[in-house]
């Protein structure tokens, strides 16, 4: 058994900040966790800076990453920029989108991200008809996570209707299997691997009709499977839930079992008070995705409400306007102050632990987003000593990292003991902005 030695320069270990810290690693996972090493031991790998728990993005869509700088021109609503979105999708081959989402991945790399939950509803060719292998785009999906050094929960959704049992559209031809039933079988022939969990989502409950959603939660619930699904995003949603069903969504995924402990609501922006009892006691767990809610005006969900129901809270870069998890988790807290004129509903820690163990549990990683002997050896390195995060005393970096630091500031990556991200270059995709223009100048033909 080969055993790597890291001398961690400082270490977030949970509740302080603590310097000086040996982790070794083996087989992927850290085998042991020492304090008070003032010196780097020989031979060891130094990571200066902080280093915490491997970031978790727990909602991606990768091929929106192509829409970043075009869709921020001029005015629009979510619907508007929803036409742009679907221009770019009917372009992608299972080809393009590994080229895309491998550069994707490899930028998340470089913003300490480990592991991605990827909200994957592109199936099939434009039109519907299914490749020969009909789960060729998730491949494309997996295998570029790999080629990127990042873990992925390929999160395939069931998206067969246009609104509340309408036929879909017909750029929407291409996510839908027809049928839930279709969708389970198409999604059976996924298969975990290293790296790689299989999960679902329903994409909305205006995308599954009403009567077939119980038949994606079962499939998620027998496999113990994390299940997500965008919740309450749009007012115009819950409008049209409404006067479709007489409840809001969080009421129809109720009456159908979605809810529970293995599912996240993605967003839970514009929610009762009786939605949010219903995620919090069911233990629902809540992925918000602030720069992306902005970006699109969706508006600030109720995060503490949620949170204090007892719904835990994981973070995600969503449309990519940014890909920046200490970016989301400040955003969470700062948009929070807005609304109330008041500061501080979150420590440093906890969105630290929304961004690391409570977004990879979500993932339906619960042994990842520790620096801990067990946990696995995925973990990333913040400088200290940028001109955004110097000054500040040691004691006070994680306060640093979260409030003032930047993707730009990460150093290093490492993901199963191995590092993915060495000074601030990716180690297999050099340059990666080259090979995000290429991907995606490719789309635009």
Sequence with gaps: MQVTTYWLEHAWLDTHVEPGVVLEAADGRITAVRTGAETPPPGAVVLRGLTIPGL???????????????????????????????????????????????????????????????????????????????????????AAAADAGIRITLLDTAYLSSGFGAAPEQHQLRFSDGTADAWAERVSALKERDGVRIGAAIHSVRAVPADQLATVARWAQDRQAPLHVHLSEQTAENEACQAAHGRTPTQLLADHGVLGAHTVGVHNTHMTDADIALIGSTATGTCMCPTTERDLADGIGPAVALQRAGSPLSLGSDSHAVIDLLEEARAMELNERLRTRTRGHWTAAALLRAATTDGHAALGRPDAGRLETGALADFTTIALDSVRTAGPVPRLAAETAVFAASAADVRHTIVGGRQVVRDGTHVSVPDVARALADSIAALRG
Aim: glycine share 10%; no cysteine.
């Design 56 to 142: 978790a993005n727990a909602h991606s869509h990768a091929f929106h990453r192509a829409l970043r700088g075009t869709v921020q021109v001029g005015s629009g609503t979510f619907w508007t920029w929803r036409e742009v979105m679907y221009g770019v999708a009917q372009r992608l081959t299972p080809d393009s989108y590994f080229a895309l989402a491998r550069a994707v991945y490899a930028e998340m790399a470089l913003a300490g991200i480990t592991a991605v939950g990827e909200f994957h509803y592109l199936h099939h060719a434009p039109g519907g008809t299914p490749y020969a292998d009909p789960n060729a785009m998730g491949e494309a999906l997996i």
